[in-house]
């Protein structure tokens, strides 16, 4: 359903509804299978019970006509008969939903049951968090394959500098990002903020020092107040709405209404934020970064889904969050990140330059190349 336009688009309506048939034949079988067994079972089963109810009410019958027990004993005969063919059905019910269940669980463990090998140390500490100073020392990390991601990055990032990053895509600048967070552990190397190894610290209190804006956010399916208060969640409403007003959002939030009748900031977002635009999600996530304030921000395409009039306004809202905090700002287009204390220009998994937007110019080097491949304020990210 979610790729429906996808579909449409490239019209493949037919192909998809083989899939789909496809997909629906492989099940059919397979309960057609279980039904047979079921049916072989059944059919033993209720073969057994006639056998044994023939066999106790008839033995029971003969030993009352020759005098040997009494009507009560053949009585009690038959109702355990009877009560013994009702109980087999209901196990057999029993068992066969058993082990339906079971293959449902075991499925569900394959994902569910997977090793968490991220974890604290058991002696790990808050971080605590002074200056703001970022130390990458001999940074490595490929996913395990051997080669991609970064390889022996070292950058030290002041407290309250503002740091631009680029490169061509696949050059490791989202790898950067996600082991800065610890959403993975660098194969080789670390991080060090405020002179602190991030893997000795705890995860939660890593992350709340640090904000962060996607080119892709996704919301959840809550309401915008209750999506713009997850960046600090004992804020007031007059703090949501200001950070909302910040992030050039607040005039859309109110117009906004969902299918319920809610209105305004009660609306509903939808799952991952469908029924808002691209641009709209954007700045929800930017006023929910906005409200949390954290001394660290990163930005990784900040204002990718924004037009060009709004992210006008947006820029200015940016440069008043950036004061006072240690900012690293991932950017295609250059424009965006021009005025940054320092710019750093990566390719291979490594830092080949690094300086002001002058300089870097005036080296003549890979960033005045993609400077001047922008065609209408976006980098070229493939060879010309």
């Not at 009702?86 to 196990?91: D, H, K």
């Not at 800065?180 to 705890?202: H, S, W």
């Not at 200001?242 to 109110?254: G, L, N, S, Y």
């Not at 991932?330 to 002058?358: K, W």
């Amino acid at each position: 359903y979610t790729n429906i336009h996808s579909v449409k688009m490239f019209a493949h309506h037919d192909r998809e509804m083989e899939h789909a048939k496809s997909a629906i034949e492989n099940a059919r079988v397979t309960f057609q299978n279980e039904m047979r067994i079921f049916t072989v079972m059944d059919v033993c089963l209720v073969t057994l019970n006639g056998f044994l109810i023939v066999g106790i009410v008839g033995w029971a019958f003969f030993l009352w006509s020759t005098g040997l027990v009494t009507v009560g004993a053949v009585t009690a005969a038959t109702a355990l008969a009877l009560r013994l063919n009702s109980m087999t059905a209901w196990i057999m019910w029993a068992l066969s939903t058993f082990f339906q269940q079971l293959g449902v669980v075991a499925e569900g463990l394959e994902t569910i049951a997977q090793p968490i090998t991220l974890v604290d140390p058991h002696d790990a500490k808050p971080l605590k968090l002074t200056d703001g100073r970022i130390e990458l020392r001999g940074l490595t990390h490929h996913y395990g394959r051997g080669s991609g991601g970064l390889d022996n990055v070292d950058i030290t990032v002041q407290p309250g500098e503002k740091i631009g990053l680029i490169g061509r895509s696949g050059a490791g600048k989202s790898t950067l990002v996600k082991l800065l967070l610890r959403f993975y552990d660098p194969e080789g190397g670390c991080i060090m903020i405020d002179g602190q190894d991030i893997t000795k610290v705890r995860q939660d209190s890593l992350r709340k020092t640090i904000g962060m804006v996607q080119q892709d956010n996704s919301l959840l399916h809550r309401s915008i107040l209750e999506n713009i208060l997850y960046g600090r969640p004992s804020a007031s409403l007059a703090e949501v709405i200001a950070a909302a007003r910040q992030a050039q959002a607040h005039d859309f939030i109110t117009e906004l209404a969902d299918d319920e009748g809610r209105s305004g900031y009660d609306a509903q977002v939808g799952e991952r934020g469908v029924k808002l635009s691209g641009g709209q999600r954007q700045r929800i996530a930017l006023a929910r970064v906005i409200l949390k304030d954290a001394p660290i921000l990163v930005l990784d395409e900040a204002t990718s889904a924004l037009d060009s009039e709004v992210e006008a306004a947006i820029q200015q809202t940016l440069y008043g969050m950036m004061e006072g905090k240690t900012v690293i700002a991932i950017a295609h287009r250059l424009s965006t990140i021009a005025a940054m204390d320092r710019i750093l220009v990566m390719d291979n998994g490594r830092i080949v330059e690094q300086g002001t937007h002058e300089v870097l110019l005036a080296k003549g080097g890979l960033y005045a190349d993609l400077w001047g491949r922008q065609s209408g304020g976006f980098l070229k990210t493939d060879e010309a």
